[in-house]
């Protein structure tokens, strides 16, 4: 049942009915499931995705830039745009997928009371 929540909400789907859609555009969480009426409003991710995703990425990145740094040494201002561009395409290509872990996440811990934990 937990991980099937998880399941639900990786694949884009309300995680409580496994049908309705769980984002009604690209990172906008829709307000409630189409299908059995779940009201996803009481599920929210704040910055969690995204903070986790910084601390990932700077922690992947920064020792990259140093060694490329300690190889090539290339100009700062060409480290900065490639690796700015590098952290802009892995945060806009996996945030979506994190959220949706979260929410799913949430949802295994949901209580009617709208009480987490
Ligand atoms: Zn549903």
């Not at 100009?75 to 395409?89: E, I, K, N, T």
Request: aromatic share 14%.
């Amino acid at each position: 049942m937990a991980s099937e929540a998880l399941r639900r909400a990786w694949h884009n789907r309300c995680p409580n009915c496994g049908e309705g859609a769980l984002f009604q555009s690209r990172l906008k969480m829709a307000e409630s499931c189409a299908v059995c009426g779940f009201d996803l409003s009481v599920l929210d991710a704040g910055d969690g995705p995204a903070s986790l995703l910084v601390l990932f990425y700077g922690a992947l990145i920064v020792p990259l830039a140093f060694w490329v740094e300690s190889l090539f040494a290339p100009p700062l201002w060409m480290q900065a745009v490639f690796w700015g561009a590098v952290m802009l395409v892995l945060t806009l290509k996996t945030l979506r997928p994190i959220k949706a872990l979260m929410i799913g996440w949430q949802f295994r811990h949901f209580d009617a009371d709208k009480r987490f934990f």
